[in-house]
């Protein structure tokens, strides 16, 4: 007689099957990847590559647009958008429709793409404070919780309710490794390593709950980039931070004030953009 495989090992084989789909998903969202991933692709060329898929050559106009990238004139080719936003952003564009998130096909968490939409803009607004381009930014913000979206297309019912506990962000993780095998931490990294994003940048994904201050431009950026997201979600909790906390991730409290309204101003278009 056979035993029943245990809910916990059931979640997990279906974890890693989900990740072997999103990796095999939507072609043209795939080979806009490979592309971008390859120094000899040319800005003409990803163009096309974009252009072979409606929505995602729409949300790349739509970001290059937005105040995020600071163009003060219409952008209207996709071309003269993929040169505005930089190949890291295209990839993060990329990266989202070829695992299914921009098509319908799985149903995201309640608050994701405010949350991804708010990261993203808070990095692009500490970019240069940590040496990184704002496209790569951008990226690194909006994607750091895709494992999110990918736990939760295996169970949606017990993720909702596990995300809905009242823990910090490294129990979640610790509940999320006993049911599925794997954080969602961890699910983003396998996923985007296999579209071979940065080393750098996959470990960033990879560890930020997992770090105090971060050691890398990349996790001090991310770290820093989600407190300035939450406190764009709660402006009133800034007079109760930390100062030496913030000064720690390069966050002046003299500037935080301006930091978090030019936060809610770019998280407004990305959403816009995303949701569009």
């Given at each position: ?137 951008f990226s690194l913000g909006l994607l750091h919780d895709i494992g999110v979206a990918i736990l ?49 940048f996959v470990t960033a994904i990879a560890c930020h709950h997992d770090l ?65």
């Amino acid at each position: 007689m056979s035993l029943a495989i245990p809910t916990a090992e059931r979640r997990a084989e279906a974890l890693e099957r989900a990740l072997g789909e999103v990796r095999a998903s939507r072609p043209a969202a795939t080979r806009v990847l490979q592309l971008a991933d390859d120094p000899s692709t040319d800005g003409q060329q990803l163009a096309e590559a974009i252009e072979a898929d409606p929505m995602m050559m729409a949300q790349v106009l739509r970001l290059a647009n937005s105040a995020a990238f600071g163009m003060s004139h219409q952008v209207s080719s996709t071309q003269h958008a993929v040169s505005v936003i930089g190949f890291d952003a295209v990839r993060s564009v990329a990266a989202l429709v070829a695992a299914g998130l921009r098509n319908s096909r799985h149903a995201v968490p309640s608050g994701f793409w405010r949350h991804s939409a708010g990261t993203a803009a808070a990095c692009s607004v500490l970019s240069g404070r940590f040496g990184l381009s704002r496209g790569e930014a951008f990226s690194l913000g909006l994607l750091h919780d895709i494992g999110v979206a990918i736990l939760q297309s295996v169970d949606p019912g017990p993720y909702a309710s596990l995300r809905t506990s009242d823990l910090d962000t490294r129990a979640q993780c610790g509940l999320e490794l006993a049911e599925f095998g794997m954080s969602h931490a961890e699910a983003a990294a396998q996923v985007l390593a296999s579209w071979n994003f940065p080393v750098n940048f996959v470990t960033a994904i990879a560890c930020h709950h997992d770090l105090d201050l971060g050691i890398t431009p990349h996790e001090r950026l991310l770290l820093a980039g989600e407190v300035l997201a939450a406190l764009a979600e709660e402006p009133e909790a800034i007079t109760s931070c930390d100062p030496s906390r913030l000064e720690a991730l390069g966050l002046s409290a003299q500037v935080l004030p301006a930091m978090v309204a030019l936060t809610l101003d770019y998280r407004s278009e990305v959403l816009a953009t995303l949701l569009g």
